[in-house]
């Protein structure tokens, strides 16, 4: 009875004890907002520091962004404190590290940092889907772009507080407990977790089968969360289906829309975009409500997003550098690749789209993906799309990537007679991994072809390890479609002929001429001002595309350039598309093609 009595105490002692000690190793960052410094005012109330935990360090890079960031150049005051108050010793070793030299008596770390869309755009402007902002209508908070981390620390907890001025909306993925303190496992959900607030965000939610869907979205021009859940409700519905189950029980989607004042006043919004996250997602955008129907495949691409990377992923992302951009993972292909088909395909399984509007989707993929190097497969792509030369190469994970998925799951449909295709594997590798179990970064493409043919090695090889041109003929000739490499456009539809890229300062500028451009007045690397007489910008080029495509063959049309440093007014014609990779049903179709086709069109 005494022993009895001594254990209950022993255990009682423990029980009081623990939550102090677990509280103990948990970052608690306070974020205030009520400053008018124009600036994130940080406060971190650190737990204790080893003495190897010396360098505090802002994000260099972050996953999903393949971009330089270095949110460091952005710090304008940092400073250490101890429990006393008393302030520490610190130096700033690097852009982005700060080492303090006493780190076993850091109780508090204290920091102002500035957004950067205010930043200049002529050296590696951080686009503004990746950035952060403080405006007078809205704050967007990327947790890359503001908060730091101790190297060897990052699986720590971590709890956030906001000091906000009023009650504003708060848009986010984390979770808030009942003390008004978000509370994060660690870093790397930290940093996976954006915020928008404002007071005027609009805000709606829908449920999909088990998934709460959220939106908040800042618009001066009337676009509204409701809007874009209308826009977002069937792409949610296809991907219920395609997945068949829900894997999340909630997903965000934080928008803020810049108009002409917006892209005037912050210089970032020349550019745009969307971001992933796991359960949540940024968009950066044009405020025209015209623009909202075309919003789906952006939608579609980032809310699949729930599957790969968040639940099929390779050690190397689970263990993220963010001060390294040298990647050792090879399965970019896999995150963005296979995610940019997968959220078209599944539209084509539900119904969203036709089988013909399928094959333009292929044939599209084809097209942009002769704009880049032939060198660079998609393994390349991935391991260095940090140089200067392979960030260029980037872009193609979203073409070739996506185009390998799809002639992958066809040679998968072809190899099986039609009973498992990409989606049925992926979706069992899927299951067999998850968001916590990390698939071996050397080993996946062994284990790809363990669960699928042996035939499927050479496919690899080929085609995601090199980049070996496809035999579309052959590949697509599975399902009766043949391949045409190219024709003029039957529709008689007009082109400019041109091909512009945005250079560091923001211009559009002409890259190349395309074959069907016959004429002699324009040059590369002029830069393109305005285009029938509209400025030629994101705002502005869905108007100016819909022009031209009302226009014939052979109308003018008038382009400003600046050709050095001279302001040129030129009026140009339309010419005659031609029509490259197309594809179309072949007249002479097997009853085995037929079959397949109709199998690639369902779930």
Known sequence: MKLAYSILIFCLIV???????????????????????????????APELGPEDKVYSFVS??????????????IRLFKVFDKNGEELMVQKISLND????????????????????????????VYPMSGTGITKDYTVINTHGVFGYFEKLKDRPIELKLKLNGDPKVGTSLHLNNRGVYEIDSYYQFTDSPILI??????????VDEIKVEAYVHSKNNITASMILEQAQPILNAAKEFIGYSPVDRYTFLFYFADHQDVDQMKVFNFGGALEHSLSSTYALPDNPEYLHFLKDIIAHEFMHILSPLHLHSDVLANFDYSDPVSNDMHVWLYEGVTEWVSYKMQLTNGLVSFRDYLNYLSEKINKSQDYSSDYSLVRISKEWSTDEGNKQYGNIYQLGALTAAMLDLKLLDLSDGKKGLREVYLELISGYGKDKPFDNNEFFDEFVQMTYPQIAQFIESHIKNNTAFDFQELLGVIGVTYIEQRENIDKLPVMGLMWDAD?????????????YKGDLLQVGDKIVRVLNKDFNN????????????????????????????????????????????????DKTSDRALKLRAILQKN
Request: proline share 4%.
């Open 15 to 45: 029980l009081e004890t623990f939550p102090l000690n677990a509280q103990e190793s948990v970052f608690r960052y306070e974020l205030d907002l009520t400053k008018k410094n124009d600036a994130f005012n940080v406060i971190l109330n």
């Open 61 to 74: 890079f972050a996953p999903g962004v393949h971009q330089p960031l270095d949110f460091g150049r952005f």
């Open 98 to 125: 700060f080492r303090i030299l006493e780190p076993e008596k850091v109780a508090r770390i204290v920091y102002e940092i500035d957004d950067s869309f205010d930043m200049s755009i002529e050296h590696h402007p």
């Open 198 to 207: 404002g007071d005027s965000l609009s805000y709606a939610s829908v449920l």
């Open 504 to 516: 560091k300062a923001g211009n559009v500028v002409i890259k190349e001429f395309l074959p069907e």
């Open 539 to 586: 705002a502005n080029y869905r108007a100016i595309m819909d022009s031209i495509n009302t226009m014939k063959v052979g109308d003018s049309y008038t382009i400003d350039i600046i050709r050095d440093e001279n302001k040129l007014q030129i009026t140009e014609t339309l010419y005659t598309k031609i029509d490259r990779h197309v594809l179309v049903t072949s």
